[in-house]
Nanobody, 121 residues
Framework: VQLQASGGGLVQAGSSLRLYCEVSGGRNYAVGWFRQAPGKEREFVAAVNWRGQSTDYADSVKGRFTVSRDGAKASVYLQMDSLKPDDTAIYYC?????????????????WGQGTLVTVSS
């Protein structure tokens, strides 16, 4: 299983950005988005189950970010609106095969490389 995250960039506060995670190989996995800011630990952002019917969000992004996946399940999106400078980080997507959604890094089986999001004030 391979994951490829993309869509990052430099934007101003209040702007929107959409991140993409392409997953190749495997079925029946949940996908989580995590981020890591400079000098901080990696933290949970959002997750979506295989069917796209169940989602979870960190409190810090709830109401601003939306996670979804396409009908073919291979692409997962993270729509980020009303971006803040505190959202600046490298964003990673990861796949989890067993159990339900999780906010813990260690529960995810495969990780993609990150994509950098920088929000200027």
């Amino acid at each position: 299983v391979q994951l490829q995250a993309s869509g990052g960039g430099l934007v101003q506060a209040g702007s929107s950005l959409r991140l993409y995670c392409e997953v190749s190989g495997g079925r029946n996995y949940a996908v989580g988005w995590f981020r890591q800011a400079p000098g901080k630990e990696r933290e949970f952002v959002a997750a979506v189950n295989w069917r796209g019917q169940s989602t979870d969000y960190a409190d810090s992004v709830k109401g601003r970010f939306t996670v979804s996946r396409d009908g073919a399940k291979a692409s997962v999106y993270l729509q980020m609106d009303s971006l803040k400078p505190d959202d600046t980080a490298i964003y990673y997507c990861a796949a989890k095969y067993f159990g339900g959604l999780s906010r813990y890094n260690s529960d995810y089986d495969y990780w993609g490389q990150g994509t950098l999001v920088t929000v200027s004030s």
